[in-house]
């Protein structure tokens, strides 16, 4: 068979190739016989088969990688493979000195479990991460034994290193709950609340050897992950969330003496409540009442030793709906937070969807096509004051606009062409793009001896106009933040006036509201505000591990000797507390998924920006992986997806086929610090300050006259939520930013989360990154992690087929091998009308292998594949069958059924379904060569 001939069909299997691998190729009839490169019984006969292990037990893959007890009894030859445990011989980037006692905060069995977790005697904080970022599951909550287990391994610790725990939990109390280990016991044993779970009744999570264990009521410890490490000495805190702690437990541990459980009733001091008549309203609910909005007051002393802290106001809301339902009767509870929420419901179907809504709200005003907006409404949701029962000043809801049919569940027409067949996914696919846009094209390697693509053929993207629904939407979600704002800043204003205090906190849920923030900043006056990276429920562990170290002068009963208690932190806590991969750990990840990848190693660090800005500057996208992952719900620079902002065309492209998300989402600049007044309105503030937003806490306004220069990361209406960086503070991210800006002139780079698969949060693992990276099918150009620069390996066809580079010499064919263990499972669609006896059988078969790179064990890690020749050719890829024999295997089969010249079209058919069908399993990682 002449080169010509190959080369034919190479290019005819290559016109199927696209951006997330070979689709729509056609089915080719009559192969369903076994054949000799395959054992028949791996596809039919049974529901599901699995093909055995090729790879060896030493490249096993673990999607909860920081398993402290990793062991395969029946595997002699199985190696302990926690990424980020250093081998015996040597200790890990983390560890401490085998005398280092630690305190350590836990929010547990609610959502957001983290821990934190600091030196005793110095109150270093040595170590935190939040569960999520473990299990790969957003929010995830329960048990903490995963948590201590990974944080003992980093700090090279044991249990008996645990000196005190503070725990939190809003739901219910934890310290009577875990004391009972029968129960306890019992409930693993059925499998149920807790028990459900696999690490409930262990050590790690009980910790009941541990001497001192004491419990912090909610808002308690949102304000301590505030105060403690503020940059001033003394200020208000206001805490505000959806719900926090209930009255009764408050009140049951006080009338109990429980001396190991503190909360706002623990203090002398009396401050202001909303209902005034609590005490006597909460013996007739029906329910109890939840902490809704509180403020505290507090000092610290002048040695550096103490932290006085107390409450001045606390308004609870009463849980109107049993607690029992969904998310405890949560959405129907009253604090602002909550109906803020309540919003988040409505629109999207995801109570901790806030974020969403905020950026939603700022498309009121907008106009499509020039008469395409969403309507105003014009009923408030919330109003009146948060701090006041005077009849005139209640604060009231009106619920009309979040009740009845939610839009998350309305069907809308416009999603639907003449036909009633669907056309758009999403209800919420809308931008601002006024023009007809050329598709961003992925970058085609052209290398010899690759796959060619044309560069010059490029798609165009359609301009996305809202749904009705989208419209109704905005206009939801511009209502709730307009309502939330007028009633925020009233509610802090006044406190600022009563307190008399200059300076403020803000903690809870609340405070990731950054265009509030904002606004907080900007207009109260006051001289400094401190907002933490983790306002939300990922901060109660800071907050409690600040408790466990410096507790309360306020307090009338001390459980921690003053003498013993170390230094007050003196400048706010770095945000990068997670692992620390080492460079050995980021080799093992590469290697994992070696045959997909390019790699170049680049130790220079200047060398490495500049390749990374110009990556940039061209319109790539760049992940970067690099030191200790961040706390709290922000990528700062450490995980990070990072763009060019003045390419407005990213904006859609990065939602859509790099997020795969909705496509009205903003993005946020990193800029440098000393250049960031030149481009966006932050007022008063940065002459106090200059680094403002370190933490990607506040939104401000881009300039008028830069907004046409930095488009992809200025929202509809102007604004958007930045992150100064400081050279002290992050040394490489600044440096560059401060690469790209000698290129470009333009002083920043967008920033968004690194994590490409939807319901996922940011990457944990080296591991974790060449996964997302991967599975953003080439959208993300650029890998970088520690000092390797990644990129994806396109599927080498001619080596394949035993081709030289030269397109004249040939080699020796490589065959396809699969990359671990395989799992088909087979079913059949019945399609028709069985009383006419048209019925037809539609097979669809899909495979799970957990060793391939690309897996996921969150519940989408089936695979469906093409038909059944892609699993047939799939199952026979064991590293000894060639691309012809292959051929040979399906030609034999048909040989003698066809007519010499259908045969002929059959073979060249048959060579391009083949071809395809291994480039998208390559793909996909599912095979290599």
Same mark, same amino acid.
């Given at each position: 068979?002449?080169? !010509?001939?190959?080369?034919?069909?190479?290019?005819?299997?290559?016109?199927?190739?696209?951006?997330?691998?070979?689709?729509?190729?056609?089915?080719?009839?009559?192969?369903?016989?076994?054949?000799?490169?395959?054992? !028949?019984?791996?596809?039919?006969?049974?529901?599901?088969?699995?093909?055995?292990?090729?790879?060896?037990?030493?490249?096993?893959?673990? +999607?909860?990688?920081?398993?402290?007890?990793?062991?395969?009894?029946?595997?002699?030859?199985?190696?302990?493979?926690?990424?980020?445990?250093?081998?015996?011989?040597?200790?890990?980037?983390?560890?401490?000195?085998?005398?280092?006692?630690?305190?350590?905060?836990? @929010?547990?069995?609610?959502?957001?479990?983290?821990?934190?977790?600091?030196?005793?005697?110095?109150?270093?904080?040595?170590?935190?991460?939040?569960?999520?970022?473990?299990?790969?599951?957003?929010?995830?909550?329960?048990?903490?034994?995963?948590?201590?287990?990974?944080?003992?391994?980093?700090?090279?610790?044991?249990?008996?290193?645990?000196?005190?725990?503070?725990?939190?939990?809003?739901?219910?109390?934890?310290?009577?709950?875990?004391?009972?280990?029968?129960?306890?016991?019992?409930?693993?044993?059925?499998?149920?609340?807790?028990?459900?779970?696999?690490?409930?009744?262990?050590?790690?999570?009980?910790?009941?050897?541990?001497?001192?264990?004491?419990?912090?009521?909610? #808002?308690? %410890?949102?304000?301590?992950?505030?105060?403690?490490?503020?940059?001033?000495?003394?200020?208000?805190?206001?805490?505000?969330? &959806?719900?926090?702690?209930?009255?009764?437990?408050?009140?049951?541990?006080?009338?109990?003496?429980?001396?190991?459980?503190?909360?706002?009733?623990?203090?002398?001091?009396?401050?202001?409540?909303?209902? !005034?008549?609590?005490?006597?309203?909460?013996?007739?609910?029906?329910?109890?009442?939840?902490?809704?909005?509180?403020?505290?007051?507090?000092?610290?002393?002048?040695?550096?030793?103490?932290?006085?802290?107390?409450?001045?106001?606390?308004?609870?809301?009463?849980?109107?709906?049993?607690?029992?339902?969904?998310?405890?009767?949560?959405?129907?509870?009253?604090?602002?937070?909550?109906?803020?929420?309540?919003?988040?419901?409505?629109?999207?179907?995801?109570?901790?969807?806030?974020?969403?809504?905020?950026?939603?709200?700022?498309?009121?005003?907008?106009?499509?096509?020039?008469?395409?907006?969403?309507?105003?409404?014009?009923?408030?949701?919330?109003?009146?004051?948060?701090?006041?029962?005077?009849?005139?000043?209640?604060?009231?809801?009106?619920?009309?606009?979040?009740?009845?049919?939610?839009?998350?569940?309305?069907?809308?027409?416009?999603?639907?062409?003449?036909?009633?067949?669907?056309?758009?996914?999403?209800?919420?696919?809308?931008?601002?793009?006024?023009?007809?846009?050329?598709?961003?094209?992925?970058?085609?390697?052209?290398?010899?001896?690759?796959?060619?693509?044309?560069?010059?053929?490029?798609?165009?993207?359609?301009?996305?106009?809202?749904?009705?629904?989208?419209?109704?939407?905005?206009?939801?979600?511009?209502?709730?933040?307009?309502?939330?704002?007028?009633?925020?800043?009233?509610?802090?204003? #006044?406190?600022?006036?009563? !307190?008399?205090?200059?300076?403020?906190?803000?903690?809870? &849920?609340? &405070?990731? @509201?950054?265009?509030?923030?904002?606004?907080?900043?900007?207009?109260?006056?006051?001289?400094?505000?401190?907002?933490?990276?983790?306002?939300?429920?990922?901060?109660?562990?800071?907050?409690?591990?600040?408790?466990?170290?410096?507790?309360?002068?306020?307090?009338?009963?001390?459980?921690?000797?003053?003498?013993?208690?170390?230094?007050?932190?003196?400048?706010?806590?770095?945000?990068?507390?997670?692992?620390?991969?080492?460079?050995?750990?980021?080799?093992?990840?590469?290697?994992? %998924?070696?045959?997909?990848?390019?790699?170049?190693?680049?130790?220079?660090?200047?060398?490495?920006?500049?390749?990374?800005?110009?990556?940039?500057? +061209?319109?790539?996208?760049?992940?970067?992986?690099?030191?200790?992952?961040?706390?709290?719900?922000?990528?700062?620079?450490?995980?990070?997806?990072?763009?060019?902002?003045?390419?407005? &065309?990213?904006?859609?492209?990065?939602?859509?086929?790099?997020?795969?998300?909705?496509?009205?989402?903003?993005?946020?600049?990193?800029?440098?610090?000393?250049?960031?007044?030149?481009?966006?309105?932050?007022?008063?503030?940065?002459?106090?300050?200059?680094?403002?937003?370190?933490?990607?806490?506040?939104?401000?306004?881009?300039?008028?006259?830069?907004?046409?220069?930095?488009?992809?990361?200025?929202?509809?209406?102007?604004?958007?939520?930045?992150?100064?960086?400081?050279?002290?503070?992050?040394?490489?991210? #600044?440096?560059?930013?401060?690469?790209?800006?000698?290129?470009?002139?333009?002083?920043?780079?967008?920033?968004?989360?690194?994590?490409?698969?939807?319901?996922?949060?940011?990457?944990?693992?080296?591991?974790?990154?060449?996964?997302?990276?991967?599975?953003?099918?080439?959208?993300?150009?650029?890998?970088?992690?520690?000092?390797?620069?990644?990129?994806?390996?396109?599927?080498?066809?001619?080596?394949?087929?035993?081709?030289?580079?030269?397109?004249?010499?040939?080699?020796?064919?490589?065959?396809?091998?699969?990359?671990?263990?395989?799992?088909?499972?087979?079913?059949?669609?019945?399609?028709?009308?069985? @009383?006419?006896?048209?019925?037809?059988?539609?097979?669809?078969?899909?495979?799970?292998?957990?060793?391939?790179?690309? #897996? +996921?064990?969150?519940?989408?890690?089936?695979?469906?594949?093409?038909?059944?020749?892609?699993?047939?050719?799939?199952?026979?890829?064991?590293?000894?069958?060639?691309?012809?024999?292959?051929?040979?295997?399906?030609?034999?089969?048909?040989?003698?059924?066809?007519?010499?010249?259908?045969?002929?079209?059959?073979?060249?058919?048959?060579?391009?379904?083949?071809?395809?069908?291994?480039?998208?399993?390559?793909?996909?990682?599912?095979?290599?060569?």
């Amino acid at each position: 068979m002449s080169l !010509s001939y190959w080369m034919a069909l190479l290019l005819l299997a290559s016109q199927n190739v696209g951006d997330a691998g070979v689709m729509g190729a056609l089915f080719v009839p009559g192969l369903h016989q076994p054949h000799a490169f395959q054992s !028949s019984d791996k596809l039919r006969g049974q529901e599901s088969s699995t093909i055995p292990p090729i790879r060896s037990a030493q490249s096993r893959l673990y +999607s909860t990688p920081y398993e402290a007890s990793f062991s395969d009894d029946d595997d002699e030859n199985f190696i302990r493979n926690n990424p980020f445990e250093a081998p015996l011989s040597q200790k890990g980037p983390l560890a401490v000195s085998e005398d280092t006692k630690l305190v350590i905060g836990l @929010n547990k069995y609610s959502h957001d479990t983290t821990l934190c977790a600091a030196d005793a005697a110095t109150g270093e904080v040595l170590f935190a991460v939040s569960k999520e970022r473990l299990t790969r599951k957003k929010h995830d909550g329960g048990n903490a034994a995963s948590l201590v287990e990974t944080c003992l391994d980093c700090l090279d610790l044991d249990l008996s290193s645990v000196e005190r725990v503070v725990v939190n939990n809003h739901h219910h109390r934890v310290l009577p709950m875990e004391r009972d280990q029968d129960h306890i016991e019992w409930e693993s044993g059925q499998g149920i609340n807790g028990g459900a779970e696999p690490g409930y009744e262990d050590e790690e999570n009980l910790l009941n050897s541990v001497p001192s264990k004491l419990e912090l009521s909610h #808002h308690l %410890a949102h304000a301590y992950s505030a105060a403690a490490q503020c940059p001033f000495d003394r200020g208000l805190i206001v805490v505000m969330d &959806g719900m926090g702690e209930t009255y009764r437990t408050m009140l049951n541990a006080k009338m109990n003496n429980d001396e190991d459980y503190t909360s706002d009733l623990s203090f002398e001091s009396s401050f202001q409540c909303i209902p !005034s008549d609590l005490a006597e309203r909460s013996r007739y609910s029906n329910f109890d009442w939840r902490e809704g909005e509180s403020v505290y007051t507090f000092q610290k002393e002048a040695d550096g030793k103490g932290l006085s802290l107390k409450p001045i106001f606390k308004r609870f809301v009463e849980e109107k709906t049993p607690p029992t339902l969904y998310n405890h009767g949560f959405e129907n509870m009253e604090s602002a937070g909550a109906v803020y929420s309540r919003a988040s419901s409505h629109i999207f179907g995801d109570w901790n969807a806030c974020g969403k809504v905020m950026g939603l709200a700022p498309w009121m005003g907008h106009v499509w096509k020039g008469q395409i907006t969403a309507p105003m409404l014009e009923d408030k949701i919330m109003t009146g004051t948060l701090y006041s029962e005077e009849e005139d000043k209640l604060f009231e809801i009106n619920r009309r606009a979040i009740s009845g049919t939610p839009h998350v569940a309305r069907n809308d027409p416009d999603m639907f062409n003449d036909e009633g067949e669907m056309v758009r996914k999403r209800k919420y696919d809308f931008d601002d793009n006024e023009e007809e846009e050329e598709d961003m094209p992925v970058a085609a390697r052209v290398d010899d001896g690759l796959m060619d693509l044309d560069d010059d053929v490029v798609t165009k993207k359609k301009k996305q106009l809202p749904t009705s629904v989208a419209l109704d939407a905005i206009s939801l979600a511009y209502r709730i933040q307009i309502d939330l704002e007028e009633v925020v800043m009233d509610f802090v204003r #006044h406190f600022k006036e009563t !307190s008399g205090e200059s300076n403020m906190c803000l903690a809870g &849920g609340v &405070g990731l @509201n950054s265009v509030l923030n904002g606004r907080l900043h900007r207009e109260l006056g006051f001289e400094k505000v401190f907002i933490p990276p983790y306002p939300g429920d990922d901060g109660i562990a800071v907050g409690c591990c600040a408790f466990g170290l410096f507790e309360n002068k306020e307090l009338p009963k001390k459980r921690i000797s003053s003498s013993s208690s170390p230094n007050l932190w003196k400048e706010p806590l770095s945000p990068y507390l997670g692992p620390m991969p080492t460079d050995m750990d980021i080799k093992a990840a590469i290697e994992e %998924a070696e045959p997909w990848l390019e790699v170049e190693t680049v130790r220079d660090n200047q060398r490495r920006f500049d390749m990374m800005a110009r990556e940039l500057e +061209s319109g790539g996208v760049v992940a970067w992986y690099h030191g200790r992952s961040e706390l709290g719900p922000r990528a700062l620079g450490h995980r990070s997806i990072l763009a060019d902002p003045r390419k407005k &065309g990213l904006v859609r492209f990065i939602n859509e086929d790099v997020k795969r998300r909705e496509s009205f989402r903003p993005f946020a600049p990193s800029v440098l610090v000393e250049e960031a007044s030149d481009w966006f309105e932050l007022g008063d503030i940065a002459l106090r300050d200059p680094n403002v937003s370190p933490y990607m806490t506040l939104t401000a306004q881009v300039k008028d006259s830069k907004r046409s220069e930095i488009p992809a990361v200025t929202h509809v209406d102007g604004s958007s939520r930045l992150q100064t960086v400081k050279k002290e503070a992050e040394p490489l991210y #600044h440096q560059l930013i401060s690469t790209f800006f000698k290129l470009t002139g333009v002083p920043m780079v967008l920033n968004t989360s690194f994590n490409t698969l939807p319901s996922e949060p940011i990457v944990e693992t080296p591991s974790n990154a060449i996964r997302s990276f991967m599975c953003s099918m080439g959208s993300i150009e650029m890998l970088v992690m520690g000092d390797y620069i990644i990129k994806r390996k396109q599927a080498n066809i001619r080596r394949l087929l035993g081709e030289g580079d030269d397109n004249k010499v040939l080699t020796k064919p490589i065959n396809p091998r699969i990359a671990g263990p395989v799992t088909f499972e087979s079913s059949l669609t019945l399609q028709g009308n069985i @009383n006419k006896d048209t019925v037809s059988a539609m097979p669809t078969t899909r495979i799970r292998m957990p060793a391939r790179p690309m #897996h +996921s064990d969150k519940g989408n890690d089936w695979f469906e594949l093409l038909d059944e020749l892609e699993a047939e050719i799939l199952s026979a890829c064991d590293g000894t069958v060639s691309v012809q024999d292959l051929m040979n295997g399906f030609l034999e089969s048909n040989e003698g059924d066809l007519p010499d010249e259908e045969y002929s079209e059959f073979s060249n058919g048959l060579l391009q379904n083949i071809i395809n069908r291994l480039v998208r399993l390559y793909e996909q990682s599912f095979i290599s060569w």
